[in-house]
């Protein structure tokens, strides 16, 4: 190939250390989310009761159910978490060969009023789900050498005006911008997660800010006209704008 495009700097590194690949071979272009779909909405008690949330604070997760997306530590941080707040529900979407494990872990803790799994939506009730969450979280851990690329799914909540809180591992740092959009922890310290999602939990105002900046980020950065953009200026130096106009 002349060129490779990476989704993020994370993958790029390991395009160059594990397979070798010539740093000025390789671009890199985020993935990007429709701005104009994935959108902040008031909140809805008549969708919340839908969903079966009510007025409870809710977290979400959204990704397939694997070991690396780290389900399993928020489930272990939820009674540290719910001791700060009592009505705390942890929403899982999607489904994966560690459900049922994840399922007997919520069992054996004793978390079942505080754990619910939607499994597998459309992308309309996906959404839904993300406008009317409290806070999103993808505790992602690093297993066995397998990593999250990138973590689409926190530009897609952040796009819909919530505070992220992500693991340290792979390139989700770089869907947001730490500390203004949301935050970065070692999801493999129970600690410091019970810490950061309880304080995003309790403190509205903090969540609000974050939450706006998260959507003034995605409109700069991660809205597919933008990245059309950035597209066509990477294709038209790698390879002219004549080539690039003749196949358009």
């Known amino acids: 190939a ?11 590194r390991v395009l160059m250390h594990q397979w070798q690949v010539p740093a000025a071979q390789i671009e ?20 919340r009761a839908t969903l079966g949330w009510g007025g409870r604070r809710v977290i979400l997760t959204v990704g397939r159910l694997q070991a690396r997306k780290g389900h399993a530590k928020l489930i272990a941080a939820l009674p540290g978490i719910i001791q700060q707040v009592p009505d705390a529900l942890y ?26 799994f939607l499994g597998e939506l459309h992308e309309i ?25 990138f973590g ?3 530009v897609e909540a952040q796009a819909c005006g919530k505070p992220v809180v992500a693991g340290l591992s792979g390139g989700t740092s770089e869907t947001m911008r730490a500390g203004e959009t949301g935050r970065l922890v070692n999801c493999e310290n129970v600690n410091d997660l019970v810490w950061d999602v309880a304080e995003l939990l309790k403190d509205q105002e903090l969540s609000e800010r974050m939450g706006a900046a998260g959507r003034r980020l995605v409109e700069r950065k991660f809205d597919w006209p933008v990245l059309t953009k950035v597209a066509q200026a990477v294709f038209a130096e790698r390879f002219g704008a004549k080539a690039m106009r003749k196949a358009a």
């Open 91 to 116: 929403a899982i979407v999607g489904e994966g060969e560690e459900r049922e494990s994840l399922e007997e872990l919520v069992k054996a803790n004793g978390l079942a009023g505080h754990v619910q």
């Open 152 to 154: 689409m799914v926190l």
């Open 125 to 149: 009730d996906l959404r839904l789900c993300m406008q009317q969450c409290d806070l999103f979280v993808l505790p992602n851990v690093e297993v066995a050498g397998d990593f999250e690329g």
């Open 28 to 47: 890199i272009i985020n993935p990007g989310v429709d701005a104009a779909g994935f959108v902040p909405a008031p909140r809805d008690e008549s969708v």
């Open 2 to 12: 002349s060129v490779l495009v990476a989704n993020s700097v994370n993958t790029a």
